[in-house]
């Protein structure tokens, strides 16, 4: 009898013990699914699309995602987007967030949805860029106006390199892009258009000058069969912006993050993987180029004078 008594105390022990540690252990997860949760709010987006080369380039971002957030105190997490008009509204989503965009979005994103500019690269030691028209060596064109009939490739409708300066030359030369081509090609990225026109599926782009020379640091081949042809600009760079809900003080922290980087070894290391100088600051009047174009163009029909 005394025998049973033990056995069940010692039942009721184990028992016991296997409900405390239970208890323990949920509660530990619990804890620790708070704090990741917790974390998980504090990164704000990195939304990119289209501004650098997409090939072998997502560890350089979040590389350089991570040493800007650490030195603004501002932890961001990249998002890659497949447009112009996603990154817009991924930005009007998360109003908080940080992008990496182009002039012409900028622009139109200022004036609708409060976007701010928090910095611009410095390419080739300038803030500045051209949009390179580039065919095939074999072809007898010297101007993206020789190509009448012909198919265009562009990256994204709302990109100033690809298709708002050719339209905008068009539009001066008195034509309308939409009718000037035989086809638009709509190719998603400068990357693929240059591809595009070195497979025989467009006879001629307009490209981000900066994306073209890093393009053929890596595939120097296409330097044999493609060449530019004529040189538009130059124009205000791909900027750094924020959402409208980034307060002065953390962007005067990122533009300070930004515009050190050169200064120390890791982001000189960062910098020269992406063939970029450094980052400057600039107001808004900067992109003043680009809101001319777009007046001119129409485009869009609210474009800020």
């Given at each position: 009898m005394h025998s049973q008594r033990r056995t069940a105390h010692r039942q009721r022990t184990v028992s016991s013990g296997w409900l405390i540690s239970g208890l323990?252990?949920?509660?530990?997860?619990?804890?620790t699914q708070a704090h990741s949760s917790h974390d998980s709010r504090l990164l704000h987006p990195f939304?990119?699309?289209?501004?650098?080369?997409?090939?072998?380039?997502?560890?350089?971002?979040?590389?350089?995602?991570?040493?800007?957030?650490?030195?603004?105190?501002?932890?961001?997490?990249?998002?890659?987007?497949?447009?112009?008009?996603?990154?817009?509204?991924?930005?009007r989503k998360d109003p908080d967030a940080i992008g990496w965009t182009c002039g012409a979005p900028y622009v139109e994103d200022h004036l609708n949805d409060g976007q701010q500019l928090v910095s611009v690269p410095l390419f080739l030691?300038?803030?500045?860029?051209?949009?390179?028209?580039?065919?095939?060596?074999?072809?007898?064109?010297?101007?993206?106006?020789?190509?009448?009939?012909?198919?265009?490739?562009?990256?994204?409708?709302r990109?100033?390199?690809?298709?708002?300066?050719?339209?905008?030359?068009?539009?001066?030369?008195g034509f309308e892009i939409q009718s000037y081509f035989r086809l638009l090609l709509?190719?998603?990225?400068?990357?693929?258009?240059?591809?595009?026109?070195?497979?025989?599926?467009?006879?001629?782009?307009?490209?981000?000058?900066?994306?073209?020379v890093e393009y053929l640091k890596i595939h120097p081949d296409i330097g044999q069969q493609l060449h530019e042809i004529e040189r538009l600009g130059p124009f205000p760079f791909t900027p750094i912006v924020a959402g409208k809900a980034v307060d002065q003080k953390t962007i005067e922290?990122?533009?300070?993050?930004?515009?050190?980087l050169a200064q120390k070894p890791a982001g000189k290391k960062l910098?020269?993987?992406?063939?970029?100088?450094?980052?400057?600051?600039?107001?808004?009047?900067?992109?003043q180029p680009i809101k001319?174009?777009?007046?001119?163009?129409?485009?869009?029909?609210?474009?800020?004078?």
């Open positions: 323990i252990l949920c509660l530990l997860t619990a804890s939304i990119v699309s289209g501004v650098i080369l997409n090939s072998d380039n997502a560890g350089r971002i979040e590389a350089f995602a991570r040493i800007l957030g650490e030195a603004a105190g501002y932890p961001l997490q990249v998002r890659f987007v497949d447009s112009y008009s996603a990154l817009s509204a991924a930005l030691a300038r803030p500045t860029y051209h949009s390179l028209i580039i065919s095939r060596r074999d072809r007898p064109e010297k101007s993206l106006l020789d190509f009448r009939g012909k198919v265009l490739a562009y990256s994204d409708k990109s100033n390199s690809s298709y708002m300066v050719p339209t905008y030359q068009l539009k001066q030369a709509h190719a998603g990225s400068h990357e693929r258009s240059i591809e595009a026109v070195a497979n025989g599926l467009a006879d001629v782009a307009a490209v981000d000058e900066y994306v073209w922290r990122l533009q300070q993050a930004l515009t050190g910098l020269d993987s992406f063939g970029l100088d450094g980052f400057i600051t600039r107001d808004d009047d900067f992109y001319d174009m777009m007046r001119t163009l129409g485009w869009p029909q609210d474009a800020p004078q």
